[in-house]
């Protein structure tokens, strides 16, 4: 009976040598894949964060703007929505994260008259804005780019759209 239990102990050594000698020569290639892998998370997760921010941009500037007045302030562009709607604006922009960290977030601000302001973050906490600007093309287009970095790995991905509005003018 020891002599089975001594050739299971072999066995169970012999295939750990086996899977460390694997290991040891396909490492190499573990480490590509798995930052392959993150590469491919880190564009994913960017890409999904510009998509998210430039829907909510597009559905409030084609449909419900009359004007769209563009400014510059320290962080970019602020995109300035007056409304098909009596009394109510809404402002697209970039701004740090409580005034005291550096990473910068964008936000959407909504007024109504006779309200408060509502203020807020449409791009994911864990994504800094590096750049986010838009131009005036033409009376009824405007041109948005937008720089966004993955705060963790410092991948960044620039995003551009060509807005048309349907019912304002940019200003």
């Known amino acids: 009976m020891s002599s089975k239990k001594?050739?299971?102990l072999l066995e169970i050594?012999?295939?750990?040598?086996?899977?460390?000698i694997l290991f040891a020569t396909f490492?190499?290639?573990f480490l590509q894949i798995f930052g392959s892998m993150r590469k491919i998370y880190d564009d994913l997760?960017?890409?999904?964060?510009?998509?998210?921010?430039?829907a909510i941009v597009e559905r409030?500037?084609?449909?419900?703007?009359?004007e769209v007045i563009i400014q510059e302030n320290n962080y970019g562009s602020r995109m300035v929505c007056k409304n098909i709607?009596?009394?109510?604006?809404?402002?697209f922009y970039c701004s740090n994260i409580g005034n005291k960290t550096s990473q910068i977030v964008t936000y959407k601000s909504t007024q109504i008259m006779g309200r408060a302001e509502g203020i807020n973050p449409i791009s994911s906490p864990n994504i800094s804005v590096v750049k986010w600007h838009s131009e005036k093309i033409d009376g009824r287009t405007?041109?948005?780019?937008?720089?966004?970095k993955m705060e963790k790995t410092?991948?960044?991905?620039t995003f551009i759209e060509v807005i048309r509005l349907c019912n304002g003018y940019v200003i």
């Open 27 to 29: 490492y190499q290639n």
């Open 13 to 20: 050594t012999i295939t750990f040598m086996l899977i460390c």
């Open 154 to 157: 410092g991948r960044s991905k």
């Open 45 to 54: 997760e960017l890409s999904r964060v510009a998509w998210s921010v430039i």
């Open 60 to 66: 409030e500037m084609l449909y419900d703007s009359s």
């Open 85 to 91: 709607g009596p009394n109510r604006t809404v402002m």
């Open 6 to 8: 001594g050739f299971l």
């Open 142 to 148: 405007l041109r948005l780019e937008i720089e966004l």
